[in-house]
């Protein structure tokens, strides 16, 4: 006689609550993909910092250190869409493969000129300009290969996965240059940058084949390919409002660029506070990938991303109110914001897993690639057309009425395109349409 089934205990009921790994264990090609991408994110990051921390120390120049964020985000947009269309005209494993070992041997690069003490700024602005592009090809390979090997099922699992370990590397990642730089120099948060790099160049390698449908011969790379993708876009509304829903997150409320200005006039502690502020962001990110396992269960995946959205904006919204109308000196100022950008950062993350997963679904694999470059492109725009809003908002009523506003402005225009595009908060999983 076989034993009963096991009644449901705390140890299952937490399972349910944490992150789901089925795609780790069920499938071995994605998670070769996501140690190798989990590594190489930490990496990332450390190069990130670094170059910023270099570029200063032969420059002494806060405006030379923001010019490494123009020479990365230049060829982000510009190659986006058509690294896009690459994807979609040939071998995305063969795409991905090249464009990574481009970025491994940019690394490597970027590693000798700080040991061969170069000291060139000029030079890290190309190689940080080369990485970018590399980038733009990479990214939207790597994302259009994921739901040729993850089944449909297990994509929200596989999104939260990686957007947990992107949200670790983005607080590992600084914590790790500044002990790597201080301790042995630039050398060595290079040299750790280009060693781990080799995670993500194998976990490529060990792809299968995974050549155009119709074998390239309708999507050649090119203006007119990048159209077709843009075209299909215009017809296709849910799609369409993945990318506006995240629009009016990062154009009305990113708040990151008040962090400085806050803690030097509002909150008070420098660098320290504005360290604060953004790891309780981060963290939030961080909780909501650990604590995703429900998510694999929900079908209305629009109306969920348009919840979220509002719930980051009311929150931005809330962080505001407490610089505006806090007493001045509160020992509590500081916490509830913290708090406050914590379950921002937590409602952007579902947001993040639904919206990817709805893009990978209901997008033909003939355009996922180029659709994925539209996402590039918008994830690398949006933010910075947030910080022009935001910041020329906070030079005209002050830092927190610019948080208060663009937080309730952010949950207006999210309701109303919810109202205008009611197909999309109608959005079922298990019968997904475009």
Request: aromatic share 8%.
């Amino acid at each position: 006689m076989s034993p009963p089934p096991a009644a449901p205990g705390p140890t299952r009921s937490r399972r349910r609550f944490l992150a789901d790994t089925t795609p780790l264990r069920e499938v071995p090609a994605f998670r070769r993909l996501w140690i190798g991408q989990s590594l190489a994110a930490v990496g990332t990051q450390l190069t990130v910092v670094t170059v910023g921390l270099q570029v200063y120390a032969l420059t002494s120049s806060t405006f030379a250190v923001g010019l490494v964020g123009l020479f990365a985000l230049v060829p982000l947009i510009a190659l986006g869409l058509y690294g896009g269309a690459l994807v979609d005209s040939h071998d995305r494993r063969r795409v991905a493969l090249l464009a990574s070992l481009a970025l491994w041997v940019l690394a490597v690069a970027i590693a000798a000129q700080a040991w061969l003490h170069v000291d060139s700024a000029g030079l890290l602005y190309g190689l940080v300009a080369l990485q970018s592009a590399a980038f733009a090809i990479n990214n939207p390979a790597r994302s259009a290969i994921v739901p040729g090997i993850v089944p449909r099922e297990q994509l929200p699992a596989a999104n939260a996965l990686s957007g947990t370990t992107n949200a670790i590397a983005l607080t590992a990642g600084p914590l790790l240059a500044g002990f790597l730089v201080g301790a042995w120099g630039f050398q060595a948060a290079y040299t750790v940058d280009a060693v781990t790099f080799v995670a993500a160049l194998a976990g490529v390698w060990r792809l299968p084949a995974m050549p155009p449908q119709d074998g390239g011969a309708t999507h050649r790379p090119g203006l007119r390919s990048v159209l077709e993708g843009i075209a299909f876009l215009g017809t296709r509304p849910t799609i369409r409002m993945t990318f506006l829903v995240d629009l009016c997150a990062m154009v009305f409320a990113m708040p990151r660029v008040l962090y400085p200005a806050i803690a030097a006039t509002v909150l008070g502690g420098g660098a320290r506070t504005v360290g604060v502020l953004g790891a309780g962001f981060a963290l939030g990110s961080v909780l909501a990938g650990l604590f995703s396992g429900p998510l694999g269960a929900v079908r209305r995946q629009g109306a969920v991303v348009v919840g979220c959205v509002a719930v980051y904006g009311a929150a931005v919204a809330a962080f505001g109110a407490v610089l505006v109308w806090a007493p001045a000196g509160a020992d509590w100022r500081l916490a509830a914001c913290a708090l406050l950008l914590a379950v921002s950062g937590a409602a952007d993350a579902v947001s993040s897993i639904f919206r990817g997963t709805i893009l990978q679904v209901a997008t033909p694999d003939a355009l996922r690639g180029r659709l994925q470059g539209v996402f590039i492109v918008v994830v690398a725009g949006g933010p910075r057309l947030g910080d022009l809003v935001l910041g020329s908002t906070a030079e005209a009523v002050g830092d927190g009425l610019a948080a208060l506003a663009g937080g309730l402005a952010c949950v207006a225009a999210v309701l109303a395109l919810a109202r205008w595009q009611r197909r999309f908060t109608r959005y079922d999983a298990r019968d997904p349409q475009p």
